[in-house]
């Protein structure tokens, strides 16, 4: 009867073996995965400050310079303001385009990209 019980012991060895290397293949992707999501996230983050800070120094020098244009400050200032509530109208309207539709392909490029290298390498 022991002759028999050894393959299946064995078996049920290989089993448990093969479930603990699935469950850290998918714990190195999930891993993997958010840590470029995070790095992307951040470096976008980065972008957007860097970007906003200069909008603002480009909008309080070109208050600066209606002003001295127009003779007075506060009317630069809504001119100014103006301008970029113009901007923030248009950006809201083409989210769809711009925002949305980027960070989707974005993240599928990310989680879905090692799916997409095995396929192509099991075809050759």
């Known amino acids: 009867m022991t002759g028999f ?3 299946l012991q064995d078996l049920v060895d290989d ?3 093969y479930a603990d290397l699935q469950v ?3 714990k190195l992707k999930i891993t993997q995965g958010l840590s470029v999501s995070l790095g992307q996230i951040l470096a976008m ?3 957007v400050v860097s970007l906003s800070v200069v909008l603002l120094m480009l909008g309080a020098g070109c208050v600066l310079l209606l002003g001295d244009w127009l003779g007075n400050y506060a009317l630069a200032a809504f001119v100014v303001a103006g301008f970029f ?3 923030t109208l248009i950006l809201f309207l083409l ?3 711009l ?3 980027g960070f989707v392909r974005l993240f599928v490029g990310i989680f879905f990209e090692d799916k997409q290298v095995e396929a192509e390498e099991e075809e050759v």
């Open 95 to 97: 989210r769809g385009k």
């Open 99 to 101: 925002f949305v539709n």
């Open 5 to 7: 019980d050894r393959p």
């Open 24 to 26: 850290s293949d998918l």
């Open 85 to 87: 509530a113009l901007l």
């Open 15 to 17: 089993a448990k073996a």
């Open 45 to 47: 983050v980065l972008v």
